[in-house]
């Protein structure tokens, strides 16, 4: 009966196992580059936003915390995809 018990356990152990992990790769992705939704290229001074495909300029004022103009593009982005007239 221990054995059994002691079977019936690791496998309720397992699935729960599973589950975890299964739960955290929904969330986390792969990591894989089609993943990104954004580049900061400090080389040529440019931050690019995959989502919207539209590039910015200036990547040391953006990292500063000006991000109103890629703010603004999003929401422009998603208003056009909701079909809000801006």
Not at 10 to 22: N, P, R, T, V
Not at 35 to 58: A, C, F, G, P
């Amino acid at each position: 009966m221990a054995v059994l018990t002691a079977k019936l356990e690791a496998a309720h152990e397992e699935e729960e196992s599973k589950k975890y992990a299964a739960n955290r790769k929904e969330q986390i992705g792969t990591g894989d580059r089609s993943e990104k939704i954004r580049t900061y290229n400090m080389l040529q001074d440019r931050v690019t936003d995959h989502r919207i495909k539209e590039s910015w300029h200036n990547v040391a004022v953006i990292l500063d915390g000006h991000i109103d103009e890629i703010l603004e593009a999003l929401t422009r982005r998603g208003s056009a995809e909701r079909g809000v007239s801006s």
